[in-house]
């Protein structure tokens, strides 16, 4: 036994074979040494990561877009421990995002599973021998189909399903790739710009306030912006043996805290740019293409709920009939008129698919003042609307129906008017047709403060014009807005038959179906049509309740069923009249949509079916005509489609019809245009004046000014600073230089100054060769050139010298003396 023990060999690992262990687990813990943020606090720099990612997800649950948006927080959940794990695996970029896409489709559909109710899948369990769960996430699947099915074929769709899981997976990603970007890369910017950029939109456009989220997001980037920096510089100090104390991170921390909020306090007080009229014109494109696209979002997410606050986007060429209408008190503009009724922003003519659509096309500019060849039609008056914006809208122009004129210069969508000739103040050439226009966009972004005049003509006539006006339209007309869908209810039309069975004129049809209507309760808070249900069905007939969109949609597509040309228009009702200052101040709960019948001879008139508005009364004129069906002998009247149909036979000659409009007024009331004049220049040449002083000043003073308190870099900020002026006065360091190579070159040009250079010259090898740390104890203790006293007054000393030479330069060469007196082969170069 004792010779079985004394022939075994004990194994005693060597030094090298330790230290490569402990490197080799040193290599595996920071597999990537390149990511700082492993090596300094993670847990920290985790823990801010967590919090930024959180608070998008519920200030997307708090804006209120759609009711069960909490989902997000658990999906922002996984996204956040999966990126975690990843980060820190093996496992390379390609596998760890394709896994992330699986796991988070799973999660996400997992997630959602519990917000649909029972009633909704029982077909599926019917139908097959599958989970409860694999019911819902199928029901889940099923809507999205349906959702692209929609977005293809162009039409509406109100399913929040789809919105839900769409959010949930932007956060997704969002969140993953915004840990893997720190954690594996440390990118934090990639991680904190694209959340702050979804952040911010949701803040702009959500139902409710979410502001103080955005806030608390800024708050929190900054500190891990702040936290993430710290770590960088504790690396580079590591490596260049430079002394800091190991809790320095929380005073960086605490530091970093006060300037965010100080960053963001300065960001609220600070005026927008978006009121600097050269920033509006270069946004103005892309507004216009952002319009476009928020058309197209809102067709296809009719169900969510919507913030009024951005007033232009409220009128498009689009209508569509969907959920709630979220309005305010928010005061939109003041118009200063006579009178008023409506001010119209966009007219619609083609009805499909439960919404409306303008289908001009031709557009043109109009210059400022310039009279636009509106239609002379009977029964126009001119009046003038001085406008003043006090909210931001965009580009729309409003004013009263017929725009002839504006102060501003717009571009418009206009269709020729068919059945009637320019005015002859338009200097249009003789018997030239009239356009009408569809929608007035400024050539600039109208902002709060702004002022403009519109001039209109503006329908002016009595019940009895409208009751004898012809019916003989002319073809276009009953082409463009006699149009129904082939698939229009066939309850509806029957009940605009009934409603207008026994009357003869379009007056006293349009009356009886606005009478008709008017009857129905008004709520906007209505919920969405069903998927697949008729929005006017709905309307009419299942909830019988609704706001002004669903009350125009129905009367002008009721009219149209019996043979009247009708059209509906959106913009603002008058507002609310003030006696004393005697202006119309209308707000964003004066948001609507109206009818608007057609009149040969008269052009469009305005009818209002909209219950909670008030009704619209027009002076009876000459023998009024009772409009019910009860009290009223039909008059035989041809159809109004039937070719050469004659006018009913109490029909007045021209002599007692109101006469055409010719815009002899519109001359008379020209208004002025915009003031185009250019920013005062004094006043910023004054400014420039007293700011350019002051920030020399202060650039000199931070210049001049040694360090206040230690700094470990000041040998290198010195030896920096020299090298800066000897590339100033013609002596700049060369690429194989050494130090002490450049500071004899240096000397030899400055024979004063050789102590001086070699002061500094000898700071910085010590502080960059030595390997010694520069710290505030070796301050203390020494009195040579690393003492951070002695050394600033040496630089100061030597500074003065170099200004001297600079000026000498400068001198000879503003004289043409010849060469530089300090470059190599000088005569003062010994």
């Known amino acids: 036994m004792a010779q079985t023990t004394n022939s075994q060999t004990l194994y005693t690992p060597s030094t090298s074979t330790l230290a490569s262990a402990t490197a080799h687990q040193r290599a595996h813990r920071h597999r990537y040494r390149d990511n700082v943020y492993f090596q300094d606090g993670y847990w920290l720099t985790a823990t801010l990561t967590g919090l930024l990612y959180f608070i998008l997800a519920m200030a997307l649950d708090a804006a209120g877009h759609v009711a069960s948006m909490s989902v997000v927080i658990p999906v922002t959940a996984g996204a956040f421990g999966l990126g975690l794990l990843m980060s820190f695996s093996r496992f390379d970029g390609f596998f760890a995002l394709s896994h992330s896409m699986f796991v988070g489709l799973a999660w996400i559909l997992y997630s959602m599973a519990s917000m649909v109710p029972a009633r909704e899948i029982a077909p599926f369990l019917d139908n097959g021998h599958i989970s409860e769960l694999q019911a819902r996430v199928y029901f889940v699947l099923l809507r999205l189909l349906d959702w692209v099915d929609a977005a293809i074929s162009r039409s509406a769709s109100a399913d929040n399903y789809v919105f839900i899981f769409e959010i949930c997976f932007l956060v997704w990603w969002l969140t993953y790739l915004g840990v893997w970007s720190i954690f594996r890369y440390g990118y934090t910017w990639r991680a904190v710009t694209p959340a702050g950029v979804v952040l911010l939109i949701n803040t702009y456009y959500a139902p409710r306030s979410t502001l103080g989220f955005l806030v608390a997001f800024l708050v929190i980037a900054l500190v891990l912006l702040v936290r993430t920096n710290l770590s960088e510089q504790q690396l580079r100090w590591r490596e260049q043996r430079i002394y800091f104390q190991p809790d320095i991170v929380w005073d960086f921390l605490r530091n970093g805290l006060l300037f965010a909020i100080a960053v963001v306090m300065a960001a609220w007080l600070l005026p927008g740019l978006g009121r600097n009229p050269h920033v509006r014109a270069l946004m103005a494109p892309i507004n216009t293409t952002w319009e476009a696209t928020a058309e197209n979002v809102q067709r296809l997410y009719q169900g969510l709920n919507r913030q009024p606050a951005q007033v232009f986007s409220n009128f498009d060429n689009t209508l569509t009939l969907g959920g709630a209408r979220n309005v305010t008190d928010t005061p939109v503009f003041q118009v200063q008129a006579i009178q008023a009724r409506y001010w119209r922003a966009v007219v619609f003519d083609t009805y499909e698919n439960g919404r409306w659509l303008n289908t001009a096309e031709e557009t043109r500019r109009f210059n400022a003042g310039e009279i636009a060849p509106v239609a002379s039609w009977r029964g126009r008056t001119a009046i003038s609307q001085t406008i003043t914006l006090l909210a931001p809208v965009g580009t729309i122009l409003f004013g009263m129906p017929e725009i002839a004129q504006s102060t501003l210069p717009f571009e418009a969508q206009f269709r020729p008017q068919a059945g009637a000739v320019a005015i002859p103040a338009a200097q249009a050439p003789p018997d030239a047709p009239a356009i009408e226009f569809t929608m007035l ?279 920096e600073r020299l090298e800066d002026w000897s590339q100033r006065i013609g002596m700049p360091i060369g690429v194989s230089q050494t130090p002490y190579e450049h500071a004899k070159v240096l000397s030899r040009a400055l024979p004063e100054a050789e102590p001086l250079v070699y002061s500094v010259t000898e700071s910085y090898v010590r502080y960059r060769f030595g390997g010694v740390a520069y710290t505030p104890e070796t301050q203390e203790k020494t009195n040579d050139a690393n003492d951070e006293p002695a050394l600033w007054r040496t630089w100061k000393q030597l500074e003065s010298m170099l200004w001297r030479a600079w000026r000498r330069t400068w001198k000879q060469r503003l004289l043409r003396l010849g060469r530089n007196q300090f470059r190599p082969g000088n005569s003062r170069i010994k």
């Open 441 to 719: 966009r400024a050539t600039r972004e109208l902002d709060r403060g702004d002022r403009y005049v519109i001039v209109s003509a503006a329908a002016d006539v009595t019940v009895r014009d409208l009751q004898h006006a012809s019916q003989d339209y002319p073809a276009e007309i009953i082409e463009q807005f006699l149009q129904v869908p082939e698939d229009f209810s066939p309850a509806i039309a029957q009940l605009a038959q009934e409603l207008t069975a026994g009357l003869t004129t379009p007056y006293d049809k349009a009356k009886a179906i606005e009478s008709y209507l008017r009857t129905i309760d008004y709520n906007d808070a209505i919920a969405a049509p069903p998927p697949g249900r008729d929005p006017l069905e709905y309307f009419l007939f299942d909830i019988r309740e609704g706001y002004c969109d669903y009350y125009a949609t129905a009367m002008a597509m009721m009219l149209r069923v019996v043979g009247v040309p009708a059209r509906t228009v959106s913009g603002y009702a008058e507002g609310m009249f003030d006696q004393e200052s005697g202006l119309y101040f209308v707000t964003e709960r004066d948001a609507h949509t109206w009818v608007e019948v057609f009149f040969p001879e008269f052009g469009w008139i305005e009818f209002e079916p909209t219950a909670s508005e008030s009704p619209l009364e027009r002076p009876p004129g000459e023998e009024p005509v009772e409009i019910t069906a009860a009290n009223s002998e039909p008059t035989p009247t041809p159809a109004p489609n039937e070719p050469g149909a004659a006018p009913t036979p109490s029909m007045p000659d021209d002599s007692q019809l109101p006469p055409p409009f010719t815009g002899e007024e519109l001359l008379e009331m020209q208004p002025s245009a915009e003031d185009s004049s250019g920013p005062n220049w004094w006043l910023v040449l004054l400014a420039l004046g007293i700011v350019t002083p002051i920030g020399i000043f202060l650039i000199w003073r931070a210049r001049s000014n040694g360090p206040i308190a230690f700094t470990a870099d000041l040998p290198l900020q010195i030896y």
